[in-house]
């Protein structure tokens, strides 16, 4: 019997993806294969599809993560087979993996055991192409900034004050902080500089607001570059960057489809982190997906503190999107861990820290309840749970007004998430969802920054020195106080510090850095330690990944 995922994968009976395209009734000349098992699907296919009326929205979210393991993607995936198990027209909408976490630590995010969406090997590293394009979009920008001083600088951008980075999507944290142009006048003008990973780009976040190809190309012309000495904003638009920038991107906006394990319809496309991005997929596929479905399953990164606040936020309020109920998912063995059991402790029945870890997912009810979205919690079952402490989580949420069902996805598929399935249905046809976003457009900046940290993070209050507040004052002054706000934090803790698990209280945010992202429409605020540019931990997973003596890739997860 398989025991990996890699394995399982391999294992797979994948249909050609055009049976997977008819299901959806698109028609094969509407799909651009890449190979047997992807595809994109037609830009001008999509739009004829807007007169069609969207099917029904299930976000997955989850409690916040531990190493002991949530499962989010895992569920989502096994939530769409169950789905379509149960008669329902069901797809997925999840993220692109980045490289990153896939040779770092966290892995690939294809899900697993037979919860999975395959061509896994494909997805996880360079599946159809469109992280390259993204990082190619972003560092032709970096380079025609870079000329434009080179040649005259006639806007007089400031040298001190350009903003605009490079990108590479691999955890290096060599490059956060680079010199470049030294050597000589040939070489341009030194200047200090850096790369962020790709998937915190803010052409990545403009790829996945993006409506259509007039909508990026006017996006990326938004960017703001830099600054001149009087700190006058220059952007993308001046350097006559955006059309050389769609160019590039032209193909990757086509959202990618492919499918899971049981055969069902998988879009996958786009790929920011919820910890120093906003954490959604594109919402291009999520609208194709509505008009082709029945029923949407798609995920936001991380914990609901960061991913379910910023698809709510960011992403339902710029696509137009009204989700129809909420499911979040937690594990005993993560919950332990909340309840401050350490990861080499978890095995055995440990009901009372079960008990103590529950504030953690009571947090989280209680945050996705104030959008006014049903909520349902999915226990994600491992071998080792006991009766005892299933018991507990489904006697809590139920005192929180909600309702636990354990699925066995990863063991059984489809098959075992039924009960879940069952339940999302039920809710979504009493369309007991009355949406809202957590704060209006007109609040000023840091109130918004201020209500998500009292309201989703449980804290006192927020905090920043003069320059940060002055820039908080600026971009208000700006034009830009209608922007909803990002915040990059932390993803292992409501509060700043990634050790304080559980539900923490009564603490201070503190806001060390403000990134403007003008074309994306919302302004970055970076919490505490967290960086755009992630490193490789003590023993990467790259140390464990090769390719056998068969050709195979192996190690990778």
């Known amino acids: 019997m398989a025991n990996t995922d890699i394995d399982i994968a391999r294992k797979a009976n994948m249909q050609p993806i055009m049976e997977i395209g008819a299901k959806l009734g698109i028609p094969a000349e509407s799909l651009v294969p890449y190979g047997h098992t992807k595809a994109k699907i037609g830009l001008d296919y999509i739009?004829?599809?807007?007169?069609?009326?969207?099917?029904?929205?299930i976000l997955v979210t989850a409690i916040s993560p531990t190493p002991a393991g949530e499962g989010k993607t895992t569920t989502t995936i096994g939530l769409g087979d169950a789905l379509n198990r149960i008669g329902k027209n069901a797809s997925i909408c999840i993220r692109e993996p980045s490289l990153g976490?896939?040779?770092?630590?966290?892995?690939?995010?294809?899900g697993g055991g037979y919860s999975q969406v395959v061509p896994m090997e494909d997805i996880n590293l360079h599946f159809t192409g469109d992280m390259h394009a993204i990082g190619a979009a972003h560092n032709l920008l970096s380079a025609l900034v870079d000329n434009y001083i080179h040649w005259g600088n006639d806007l007089r951008l400031d040298l001190r004050r350009v903003t605009w980075r490079r990108v590479v999507d691999m955890n290096d944290r060599q490059l956060?902080?680079?010199?470049?142009?030294?050597?000589?006048?040939?070489n341009g003008f030194p200047m200090e500089g850096g790369f962020d990973i790709t998937v915190a780009s803010e052409i990545m976040a403009i790829f996945c607001l993006a409506t259509d190809l007039?909508?990026?190309?006017?996006?990326?012309?938004?960017?703001?570059?830099?600054?001149?000495?009087?700190?006058?904003?220059?952007?993308?638009a001046q350097m006559s960057a955006p059309g050389a920038m769609t160019a590039l991107l032209k193909d990757a906006l086509q959202p990618n489809l492919v499918q899971t394990?049981?055969?069902?319809?998988?879009?996958?496309?786009?790929?920011?982190?919820?910890?120093?991005?906003?954490?959604?997929?594109?919402?291009?596929?999520?609208?194709?997906?509505?008009?082709?479905?029945?029923?949407?399953?798609?995920?936001?990164?991380?914990?609901?503190?960061?991913?379910a606040e910023k698809f709510f936020d960011i992403k339902c309020r710029k696509a137009g999107?009204?989700?129809?109920?909420?499911?979040?998912?937690?594990?005993?063995?993560a919950l332990k861990m909340h309840g401050g059991v350490a990861k080499d402790d978890l095995a055995g029945e440990n009901v009372e820290a079960v008990q103590k870890g529950l504030k953690n997912l009571g947090r989280h009810i209680r945050n996705v309840g104030q959008?006014?979205?049903?909520?349902?919690?999915?226990?994600?079952?491992?071998?080792?749970?006991?009766?005892a402490e299933v018991a507990a989580i489904e006697e809590y949420v139920a005192r929180k007004g909600a309702k636990a069902y354990v699925s066995k996805h990863w063991a059984d598929g489809g098959a075992g998430a039924e009960a879940l399935a069952n339940a999302v249905v039920e809710m979504t046809e009493n369309s007991q969802s009355q949406f809202r976003t957590l704060y209006d457009d007109d609040m000023t900046l840091w109130e918004k920054t201020r209500h998500i940290a009292r309201s989703i993070y449980g804290a006192d209050d927020i905090t920043a020195d003069k320059k940060i507040r002055d820039q908080y004052k600026q971009y208000q002054e700006a034009g830009y106080g209608h922007f909803p706000i990002c915040m990059a934090k932390t993803q292992y803790s409501f509060s700043t510090d990634p050790k304080l698990m559980g539900a923490p209280s009564n603490h201070v945010v503190p806001?060390?850095?403000?990134?403007?992202?003008?074309?994306?429409?919302f302004l970055v605020a970076i919490c505490g330690d967290i960086m755009r540019m992630p490193g490789l931990p003590r023993v990467p997973a790259a140390n464990n990944i090769f390719v056998n003596d068969s050709g195979e890739i192996e190690g990778l997860f």
Request: aromatic share 6%; proline share 6%.
């Open 47 to 57: 739009n004829s599809l807007k007169e069609r009326p969207d099917g029904k929205l």
């Open 101 to 110: 976490p896939c040779f770092g630590m966290k892995g690939g995010a294809a």
């Open 176 to 186: 956060r902080h680079v010199m470049t142009g030294v050597g000589g006048p040939g």
């Open 214 to 236: 007039e909508d990026l190309q006017q996006r990326l012309g938004k960017i703001v570059v830099g600054y001149t000495r009087d700190k006058q904003p220059i952007t993308a």
């Open 261 to 307: 394990l049981e055969n069902n319809p998988a879009f996958i496309h786009g790929g920011p982190f919820a910890n120093i991005a906003h954490g959604c997929n594109s919402a291009i596929a999520t609208k194709t997906a509505l008009k082709l479905s029945d029923y949407v399953v798609t995920e936001a990164g991380f914990g609901a503190d960061l991913g």
């Open 321 to 333: 999107l009204k989700p129809d109920a909420a499911v979040i998912v937690a594990t005993v063995r």
């Open 371 to 387: 959008f006014g979205v049903p909520v349902a919690v999915c226990v994600n079952h491992f071998t080792g749970d006991s009766d």
């Open 511 to 521: 806001i060390r850095e403000l990134a403007l992202s003008a074309g994306a429409e």
